[in-house]
């Protein structure tokens, strides 16, 4: 027969267990004004240029809203705007030079408040992915990459809707996590073209 404190301490765990479940059908709304007042007010001083980068433009308040989980008639409207904001080269080649998109997928630096002028900004890509097998240190928040061209059969349509998804990510996947990195203007054309040669130029490390 159980104990007077054996059977208290069940009753206990019992009680903790159903705390988290009660508390979360308890859980108040946030209020949304109040969470961008504490935002705008942990940057003061926002150097000449940045204001946009504090204040959320419509695809970014409408992830926050929904959690990153939209309506799909709110799918539907980001694709369509975010769509619109994609620029594709002039000469219509998006596939770069792959040895200058290893370095740019291997660069994190650029868009701090102290880089110097000039510093040239990087698409840190293996803080989120496995590219070329080379590379022992990648993150893992988004897939892995390996033979990305080759998977895709090095198809040239494929490599022009990569580069829409490195220049403007949420032209494809709505509140997706990835930078978008040409509409931000964090990497150049050039750049961009450049990380696509990197995942489909069969010559590239990231295919073999």
């Known amino acids: 027969m159980k104990s ?6 069940a009753a206990a765990v019992i009680a903790l267990a159903a705390v988290p479940a009660a508390a979360q059908q308890q859980q108040a709304k946030i209020d949304a004004a109040v969470v961008e007042r504490y935002v705008k007010s942990a940057f003061p001083k926002v150097p000449e240029g940045w204001q946009s980068r504090v204040d959320q ?9 929904y959690h990153n ?12 705007r ?5 620029v594709f080269p002039a000469d219509g080649s998006v596939v770069g030079d792959w040895k200058e998109g290893r370095k740019v997928a291997q660069n994190g630096r ?15 890509c293996y803080g989120c992915h496995q590219l070329s097998g080379a590379e022992v240190s990648f993150g893992t928040l988004g897939p892995s990459l390996r033979n990305y061209g080759k998977d ?3 198809d040239p349509a494929e490599a022009k809707a990569t580069f829409a998804k490195v220049f403007n990510s949420n032209s494809v996947m709505p509140c997706s996590n990835m930078p978008r990195f040409g509409y931000h203007k964090v990497l150049t054309e050039k750049q961009i073209k450049d990380v696509v040669g990197y995942l489909f130029d069969p010559e590239s490390p990231v295919n073999k």
């Open 4 to 9: 007077k404190t054996q059977a208290f301490i």
């Open 110 to 124: 650029g868009g701090q408040f102290s880089d110097a002028p000039g510093t040239v900004s990087g698409g840190n």
């Open 152 to 154: 895709r059969k090095f």
């Open 57 to 65: 433009d419509e695809t970014q308040r409408v992830c926050t809203q």
């Open 69 to 80: 989980e939209p309506p799909k008639a709110e799918v539907e409207k980001i694709l369509a």
């Open 82 to 86: 975010e769509k619109a904001t994609v």
